[in-house]
């Protein structure tokens, strides 16, 4: 079986449309509601439900609605108006999702999500929780990052970033990155295949001119290199083709197909590596590092040679060698300053340094990902 063909064994698809791809391109099309493209790919996903999948829609579109509708017409550049243009905006988003999808019989359920939702681990169980219980009562939910409150996102995320995260969330098989252009292209050619995605970065050029969305084909590979770590296969492929998920699940060679690692990380260490931010850096000399590269070791303080950051124990915090090159990313046991009062410390002198013990390790091999 190829590569391709394995897709139509997906079961449960995230597929992410962005804003150009909901709202159009030019400017007049901005804030109606009405002219948006939401009933192609309302259709689209519903037909994919009748084939017994379940699908989950990580949906960009509501800054550039509400900015339409306020009557902006370039993207905002100040924080609280960004944030004014997502509130205005996501009723009509949301609006448009209800009526493609109810007029098909199918309920439409709204999830906006923060970084911060997702970073602390009983709200991120909820969440997997309830996003269980919608697809489980035939709802279709429909993601978007809680732009209106979350200030961080709205100013450097993306929902490509989301969509890879929500892959985990929700077990996903498939991810779908829908975009406006047929998939990665190399000098105007399209690439089938993505193996290396660190390879396929340099075939991406600067975005510019684009005031509508937030992503670009940079982002895209990023978001694919995040779920192709989870085991997750990742199509970036062209929302203008109103058949386009029904070809990726036939196995067609459309968009460009991202393969899986052959490593599949477990759901808590996606969680480590991809979801949390770090707080700091623990500086490794060159036995621990290679210890933790090859060996698969915890990291003890003997091995540290600097600490960086603000931290507190139960934070991410990131290896780095002496020469600065992250080899991976962990929870720490210890907070900054007992962390630094540690460092290069026998785990026989921990209590002596401290005053009490919070555990051999500054970050167990349990709690570590190498990246």
Not at 199 to 225: I, T, Y
Not at 243 to 253: F, K
Not at 338 to 343: F, I, N, S
């Amino acid at each position: 079986m190829t590569r391709r063909a394995e897709l139509a064994s997906a079961r449960r698809i995230v597929v992410k449309v962005g804003s150009r791809s909901v709202v159009g391109a030019s400017l007049h099309e901005l804030g109606h509601a009405e002219d948006a493209r939401f009933e192609p790919l309302a259709a689209q996903l519903v037909g994919l439900r009748e084939g017994g999948r379940s699908v989950v829609l990580v949906s960009s579109g509501a800054v550039a609605l509400g900015r339409g509708r306020l009557g902006f017409s370039e993207r905002p550049r100040s924080i609280a108006q960004l944030q004014a243009c997502a509130a205005v905006g996501q009723s009509l988003l949301m609006r448009g999702w209800e009526t493609a999808f109810g007029s098909r019989g199918v309920a439409a359920a709204q999830m906006l999500l923060s970084h911060a939702d997702l970073e602390d681990r009983e709200r991120y169980l909820n969440a997997r929780g309830a996003l269980a219980a919608l697809l489980e009562l035939g709802a279709v939910p429909v993601i978007n990052e809680n732009d209106t409150v979350a200030v961080d996102e709205i100013r450097f995320g993306d929902n490509d970033q989301l969509a890879a995260m929500v892959c985990t969330l929700a077990d996903a098989d498939l991810l779908v990155l829908l975009s406006d252009v047929e998939g990665l292209l190399d000098e105007g050619q399209r690439v089938p295949v993505v193996e290396d995605v660190d390879a396929a970065r340099a075939m991406v050029a600067p975005r510019k001119g684009d005031d509508v969305g937030s992503g670009g084909m940079g982002s895209k590979l990023e978001a694919a290199r995040r779920a192709s770590r989870r085991g997750v296969p990742v199509v970036i492929a062209d929302a203008r083709d109103a058949t386009v998920l029904a070809r990726v699940l036939a196995g067609e060679d459309v968009g460009t197909l991202v393969v899986p690692s052959a490593a599949k990380l477990p759901s808590r260490k996606h969680w480590i590596a991809y979801t949390l931010r770090p707080r700091g850096d623990l500086i490794l000399d060159e036995g621990a590092a290679r210890a933790i590269r090859e060996g698969g070791r915890s990291l003890l303080p003997a091995g540290v040679v600097g600490v960086r950051g603000a931290f507190s124990p139960g934070d991410a915090v990131v290896l780095r060698t002496l020469d600065g090159v992250e080899i991976g990313r962990g929870l720490t046991r210890y907070g900054t300053a007992d962390a630094a009062t540690l460092a290069g410390a026998k785990t026989d002198e921990i209590r002596a340094r401290l005053g009490f013990h919070g555990g051999d390790e500054l970050v167990h091999r349990d709690d570590l990902v190498l990246v």
